[in-house]
């Protein structure tokens, strides 16, 4: 079912994602080569807490870590390790705080050093897939309007779109209806009401679109081995367009 958020939980919601938000800024300065994912995740779950929130990816599910780091042809879910920062990587933090109830949700994808110029490519244009996908939100509008923007957006710029994750309503529980996928067609799916609050989050590839499952049961990779970009805000869904409650 999907909710239509109270202004009380809006409230919450909007400090979650401030939260959230603020742990990106504070974690950017760290992200050098050397720095192992352990570490990070460390500093990401020290700050959260320092918030008054709590990581809602910890024991999600069983997942192990406070936040998922995930580098390179990693797509989502990479669980933090001894794994060092290497100069030319690209780091996705994914990172979710919960406060007094409520969950902020927001990924990013970040350049370590010096990158190619492919990579910085995936970067700019999985970000603006981000942008292009929120442009079309408002009161009325639908799911598949969301989907269509992003698809477009990416097949123009000859990335691949991963089918197999979407975004996602967010509230009490981290992951609500709907879901919101990166592909699909204008004027289908839920329709967007005010108060709905979503995740919007593309994850496009350099290369194939096609991706597996590691042993680990968490970690998502490219079947090709080409990078992958993963860009997510938490918004709310107004009469005339949207809010980002995840801001950076």
């Not at 779109?161 to 509230?171: S, T, Y």
């Not at 005010?194 to 998502?220: Q, S």
Request: charge should be negative; hydrophobic fraction near 35%.
């Amino acid at each position: 079912m999907i909710s239509i958020k109270s202004p009380r939980e809006i409230e919450l919601m909007r400090i979650a994602g401030e939260i959230v938000g603020d742990t990106h800024k504070y974690l950017i300065p760290y992200l050098k080569p050397g720095i192992s994912t352990q570490e990070i995740d460390n500093l990401a779950r020290d700050y959260i807490i320092s918030r008054g929130a709590t990581p809602s990816c910890y024991h999600y599910e069983g997942y192990p870590a406070n936040i998922c780091i995930s580098i390179n042809e990693e797509v989502v879910h990479g669980i933090a390790s001894k794994r060092k920062l290497k100069d030319g990587d690209i780091v996705t933090l994914d990172i979710c705080a919960c406060y007094k109830g409520y969950h902020g949700d927001s990924a990013w994808s970040y350049p370590v050093g010096n990158i190619s110029e492919e990579k910085k490519y995936l970067l700019e244009h999985t970000e603006q897939a981000l942008y292009q996908g929120l442009r079309v939100v408002k009161e009325g509008a639908h799911v598949g309007d969301i989907g269509e923007a992003v698809e477009t957006y990416a097949l123009e710029h000859q990335l691949g779109v991963v089918k197999e994750l979407v975004g996602h309503g967010v509230g009490s529980q981290l992951h609500e209806d709907p879901e919101v996928p990166n592909y699909g067609k204008k004027g289908t799916g839920p329709v967007l009401k005010a108060g709905m609050v979503i995740a919007v989050e593309p994850m496009l590839n350099l290369g194939t679109a096609d991706v597996y499952l590691l042993d680990d049961d968490w970690t998502v990779v490219t079947a090709d081995g080409e990078p992958s970009a993963h860009f997510e805000h938490t918004i709310l869904v107004t009469k005339d367009g949207y809010t980002i409650l995840t801001k950076r």
